[in-house]
């Protein structure tokens, strides 16, 4: 028996009148039971209708589904008359709930309107009968394993559904069967009703199944991509909010999302440029996904608090006043005219064309020269904050540039460093001993400090640690050097150098009595009437304590005779005061350590003096001549380097050009052995000064004449 419900009892084969109701979104099938809900109250009046009679209902589907009180002409022409199997008035609502059966179905021939509700002339319009072909027969597996594919993808329906159908060889049902169950629009259900051949209705069902069955897999395959994230990101926030927890019974660090609206919050306040404050805040955002105590996270923690820490906006302003400016320097510095005019003309500059940026200075001399001193001194001179880095030994670029963050302690380099410790973005920054900087496989320092020299570029200097550009444009950069031999041509071209050159005796005197002995006194806790020394006894500790173009090692013997004279303040006998002479010096400093030069008392033969250049400043030098009988060899000793040897072969030439005027043999290059001397033989000595010295002693060896 095919399985088509029992239609038996139920008749619709003539036409007749029946009350109409419109569908909205639905369609019947004939042979089909469908559950649904009324609500407007013709479809309610339409039921009632029914009811009263036989039960029969002829139900059409809307053409638009938006339309709330159709006309005749808002339905569709084809329809189903169906039997309503059972009504149920849901319990305080309008709403009336309905099962009801697909009897036939049937065409609506004319509508009458003036009732409560629709009534229809409704004739039936039955399947055309059809043979059972195998093309029919195939049709319906066809459908069939579509129907199966559609319901295991779609997931909503029972597999048993699809049982139902699959034994059944009735083309009509399993039609109406599929059509009623699949999901498909109103308009196409409509065009499946209409149409009378099953075998037709199969075929037009089954390419609507292929494409909902794609249609359905694709939806699925997104449904899923959707609830992997949805999956994943539950599981990070359950995580979290774990972690979250066991931090708080730990104790440990405080809430991660507190941590990083501080961070936000410090960030912001600073009003860094756009892109600066951007990558600032990515970092903050990759710091809140960093799971607790990892160790990026405490890299990018230790970034931030770096960053935060740079003086951003902080800076001082600035003294213009050149008067108030120089008595600053003079106050703390002896001398020095060229540097404090230099300064002086800078702060001119300044105070007439405000946006002239920091410069570059570099002082040039001997130790102890006071360089460092008076560069400090310009910071207090112009109310700058000062920063002091010694590039001594400094052979890695990373020095000055920083080390990438992701380096394991990882670095800014020193000037940013030397920045965050001034506190301020505009200080006086000395860059102590350029002419050391080494440079080697681990990159050239001197290039990076181009980089930050340069006024053209440094207003956005990149530290590799930093990433965040920093404007060093404002810094005021104070460079020392004891030579400038080794100083990059590059790095040179860009600074405005100022010698410094050694301090005479005299000056040494002066700087020792208005500042080395009054900042002694002061660091040793005496009184300026406690302690004198007399101008003779600093004279003496010049010349015969220390031997030097600066003031450091003078300094250090006062700080020696300031410490020896406390020391006699707390003993029990202790003195009203000491008076340091020449006389008693001796007592608090030892026995001196430098001879005075001996001047030799008569003129000699074979011996001058000259003068030389040290690096602790100028001397006298003696050249000894002396001329015995021999085969004509020349001797020199003293340690020479090759310029100096080469002037003792010049001055013989010339000796011997003049042999005639100077009354000497003519062959006296053949008989005569001729040995020049340079005393303080361990020291290197070269250069092209000593020609004239040494041909003066040579002739005086050679004529026998004192000079
Ligand atoms: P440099 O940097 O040239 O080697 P420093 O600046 O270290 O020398 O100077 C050494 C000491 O000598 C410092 O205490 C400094 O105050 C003092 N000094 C040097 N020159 C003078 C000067 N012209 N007036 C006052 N003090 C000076």
Redesign the pocket.
């Known amino acids: 028996m095919d399985n088509t419900t029992s239609m038996d009892h139920v008749e619709f084969t003539d036409r007749r009148s029946l009350p109409m109701m419109a569908l909205r979104g639905l369609t019947v099938f004939p042979g089909m039971m469908l559950t649904f809900e009324v609500e407007r109250s013709m479809s309610i009046a339409a039921l009632n209708m029914a009811m009263s009679d036989d039960q029969i209902i002829y139900l059409v589907p809307q053409i638009d589904i938006a339309t709330n009180i159709p006309t005749p002409e808002d339905v569709y022409g084809v329809g189903t008359v169906c039997r309503i199997k059972q009504m149920m008035k849901q319990p305080g609502s309008k709403t009336v709930r309905v099962m009801a059966e697909g009897i036939e179905r049937g065409r609506t021939l004319a509508v009458r309107t003036d009732m409560p509700c629709f009534v229809a002339e409704v004739e039936p319009m039955p399947d055309v009968a059809e043979r059972k072909t195998a093309r029919i027969e195939a049709l319906i597996r066809h459908c069939c394993n579509l129907f199966d594919a559609y319901v295991t993808v779609s997931g909503n329906m029972a597999p048993e559904s699809v049982i139902t159908v699959l034994g059944s060889t009735n083309a009509g049902f399993v039609s109406n069967f599929i059509a009623q169950h699949v999901f498909l629009r109103p308009e196409q259900k409509q065009e499946l009703l209409e149409q009378t051949r099953p075998s037709r209705r199969l075929t037009l069902l089954s390419k609507m199944l292929l494409h909902e069955t794609s249609v359905l897999g694709l939806q699925h395959q997104l449904e899923e991509a959707a609830q992997d994230r949805l999956n994943q990101t539950q599981q990070e926030y359950l995580l979290r909010e774990q972690m979250k927890i066991i931090q708080a019974e730990l104790g440990e660090a405080d809430d991660p999302d507190s941590e990083s609206t501080a961070y936000r919050e410090k960030i912001q306040a600073l009003h860094l440029p756009e892109e600066s404050e951007q990558r600032l805040l990515k970092e903050v955002d990759r710091l809140k996904k960093q799971p607790f105590g990892s160790s990026e996270a405490s890299v990018i923690r230790n970034y931030l608090d770096i960053c935060l820490e740079m003086p951003w906006n902080t800076r001082t302003e600035e003294r213009l006043d050149v008067r108030a400016a120089r008595k600053v320097l003079d106050d703390?510095?002896?001398?020095?005219e060229k540097v404090k005019d230099r300064i002086t003309e800078y702060l001119a500059v300044r105070q007439l064309a405000p946006d002239v940026k920091g410069g570059v200075l570099c002082?040039v001399?001997?130790?102890?020269?006071?360089?460092?001193?008076?560069a400090m001194s310009i910071a207090h001179a112009t109310n700058r904050k000062l920063s002091r880095i010694s590039l001594g030994g400094v052979h890695d670029e990373a020095e000055i540039r920083g080390h990438r963050k992701t380096y394991v302690g990882a670095m800014p380099g020193r000037i940013i460093n030397g920045l965050t410790i001034a506190g301020s973005m505009n200080p006086v920054m000395v860059l102590?001993e350029i002419d050391k900087l080494g440079s080697d496989y681990r990159g050239d320092p001197s290039s990076a400090l181009l980089e930050v020299l340069d006024a053209e570029q440094n207003d956005h200097f990149r530290d590799n640690f930093m990433e965040i550009p920093v404007d060093l444009s404002d810094v005021f950069f104070v460079l020392?050097a004891n030579t400038l031999d080794t100083i990059p041509r590059p790095l040179l071209d860009r600074m405005e150098v100022i010698e410094?050159s050694s301090?005479t005796d005299e000056e040494k005197l002066q700087?020792a009595k208005?500042?080395?002995l009054p900042?002694q006194r002061k660091k040793h806790g005496l009184k300026q009437a406690q302690l004198r020394v007399s101008d003779d006894a600093i004279r003496e500790i010049v010349t015969l304590y220390t031997r030097e173009s600066?003031?450091?090692v003078l300094?250090r013997n006062l700080a020696a005779v300031c410490r020896k004279c406390a020391m006699r303040f707390v003993e029990d006998d202790a003195p009203k005061k000491l008076v340091i002479t020449a006389a008693n010096l001796e007592k608090f400093l030892g026995p001196r350590r430098f001879l005075p030069d001996e001047m030799p008392k008569s003129d000699q033969v074979g011996l001058v003096t000259g003068l030389a250049w040290t690096s602790v400043g100028g001397t006298t030098l003696e050249v000894e001549a002396n001329v015995v009988e021999g085969t004509g060899k020349l001797e020199l000793t003293g340690n020479l380097g090759n310029v100096m040897k080469e002037s003792v072969f010049a001055a013989m030439s010339y000796i011997r050009s003049r042999a005639n005027e100077l009354g000497l043999e003519p062959d006296f290059y053949k008989t005569k052995d001729i040995h020049v001397h340079f005393p303080e033989g361990a020291v290197p000595k070269d250069g092209p000064s000593a020609g004239i010295t040494i041909c003066t002693a040579i002739v005086s060896a050679l004529t026998n004449r004192p000079v």
């Open positions: 703390e510095h002896f001398g020095l002082l001399g001997p130790p102890g020269t006071g360089k460092t001193s008076i102590d020392t410094l301090y700087i208005q500042h080395l900042k600066g003031v450091r300094e």
